[in-house]
């Protein structure tokens, strides 16, 4: 049987939009604080800001 090629144009594409942007703005602004706070000795905060930013905020802004 023969393959089937698939067209060039056929191809998934990331499209990057404005909720992409705030997504990736907010992590970094997220991420930064964390550091920040982190270099001030919160022990606490600094932590969740850390994983929110780079395992939630993030990995949102590439997938969506």
Same mark, same amino acid.
């Given at each position: 049987?023969?393959?089937?090629?698939? =067209?060039?144009?056929?191809?998934? #594409?990331? =499209?990057?939009? =404005?909720?992409? @942007?705030?997504?990736?703005?907010?992590?970094?602004? #997220?991420? +930064?604080? +964390? *550091? *920040?706070? @982190?270099?001030? +000795?919160?022990?606490?905060?600094?932590?969740?800001?850390?994983?929110?930013? *780079?395992?939630?905020? $993030?990995? @949102?802004?590439?997938? $969506?």
């Amino acid at each position: 049987m023969a393959r089937q090629r698939q =067209k060039r144009g056929s191809e998934p #594409t990331l =499209k990057f939009s =404005k909720i992409n @942007l705030w997504f990736a703005v907010g992590g970094l602004a #997220t991420i +930064g604080l +964390g *550091y *920040y706070l @982190l270099a001030q +000795g919160s022990i606490t905060l600094a932590p969740v800001l850390l994983v929110l930013g *780079y395992v939630v905020l $993030l990995p @949102l802004a590439i997938i $969506l």
